[in-house]
């Protein structure tokens, strides 16, 4: 069992990530608890929304992979525009499967163009660097490792061809409404006239379908939600009773915010580290995720009041997922 430090047991081991321990205090300090769901994706995380991915009710990544397979040509034709050299820069790039399709498509029409994917993770551009040329031979590619707007920057300096950005997998769905349009306008603000970008955002539809994604029968989600109580235990030397938490995932169809919560069995106390307790009161909540959905409409809002022209759409059969391509 995990043993959080006290004054009479001191910590013996040092806090390795500074942030991560402020963030967290932060959150559970605040009024409502929160904590973010960034810190989801340790490996046990990345391993467990692997599995999400894998389930039936998990749809958005099928839907996604539908639009990339069945209308590769299209999409490509679209980052291709006039036919101009471009840098193809993907953020938060993960290991590549969705993104391989159009790499694959377009080095089969000798479009001239540099892959750039963008991951906070070192682990993964390392991964990318040496998994990509043999999956992809004559595919010219420079990963970045970092903050996505660090590495915006980095990439305008690398060079000043035409950019197409990828923003997959309706990762701009685990922002809030605001949050999400204020990112998008600082996205158009490093991007220059003619830049592209193809954002994959996950759409309004049946509220069962929504919820059942988020509360999948095997449990894999509540895991991935309880999963970073057990990152805090053992990251930051806190004593999070995993069992004495219950994960409850809720979806509005009215906003379509689809959110995840831990709440608490109990009246209990959890200490951080050597210096925090943090109090819990029984059928307390601690928000952990939002993930979006729009309609297609609300799309354009965001676009539009980002400074981008939505350009095009692509939509999976059901029309439960939209990839669409923005111009600056
Ligand atoms: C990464 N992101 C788009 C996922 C989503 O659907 O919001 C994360 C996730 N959380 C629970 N299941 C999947």
Redesign the pocket.
């Known amino acids: 069992d995990n043993q959080a430090c006290t004054e009479q047991a001191p910590c013996t081991q040092p806090i390795l990530n500074q942030q991560f321990y402020e963030d967290v205090v932060n959150g559970l300090t605040s009024h409502p608890k929160h904590l973010e769901?960034k810190y989801?994706y340790d490996s046990a995380g990345d391993k467990l929304?692997q599995q999400?991915?894998a389930c039936p009710e998990?749809y958005?990544t099928n839907c996604e992979l539908e639009i990339f397979t069945q209308q590769t040509q299209a999409i490509c034709e679209a980052m291709m525009a006039d036919g101009s050299a471009f840098d193809l820069i993907e953020l938060g790039a993960g290991d590549a499967t969705k993104s391989t399709y159009l790499l694959r498509y377009l080095l089969e029409q000798q479009a001239d163009f540099t892959y750039m994917p963008i991951d906070i993770s070192a682990n993964t551009i390392t991964y990318l660097n040496a998994a990509l040329p043999g999956a992809l031979p004559g595919l010219q590619l420079h990963g970045l490792n970092g903050d996505y707007f660090d590495m915006l920057q980095e990439a305008a300096k690398i060079s000043t061809r035409r950019k197409v950005v990828l923003f997959l997998?309706?990762?701009v769905?685990?922002m809030p409404v605001a949050d999400a349009q204020a990112f998008c306008t600082k996205l158009r603000q490093y991007l220059q006239p003619e830049d592209r970008v193809l954002i994959g955002i996950?759409l309004k539809k049946n509220p069962h379908t929504v919820l059942a994604?988020?509360n999948d029968n095997t449990g894999y989600?509540r895991q991935?939600?309880l999963n970073l109580m057990e990152r805090i235990n053992r990251e930051l030397h806190a004593n999070f009773s995993i069992s004495q938490f219950e994960h409850y995932p809720m979806y509005d169809p009215e906003t379509g915010s689809?959110k995840?919560y831990l709440i608490s069995l109990v009246d209990q106390e959890v200490t951080i580290g050597a210096n925090e307790t943090i109090h819990f009161k029984k059928d307390e909540y601690i928000f952990m995720?939002?993930?979006q959905k729009y309609a297609v409409a609300e799309t354009d809002q965001l676009a539009i009041q980002a400074g981008f022209k939505p350009i095009q759409y692509f939509f999976d059969e059901r029309q439960w997922f939209l990839d669409a391509i923005w111009q600056v």
């Open positions: 769901a989801f929304f999400i991915m998990y958005p997998g309706s990762n769905g685990n996950d994604a988020y989600t991935f939600n689809c995840s995720e939002i993930s």
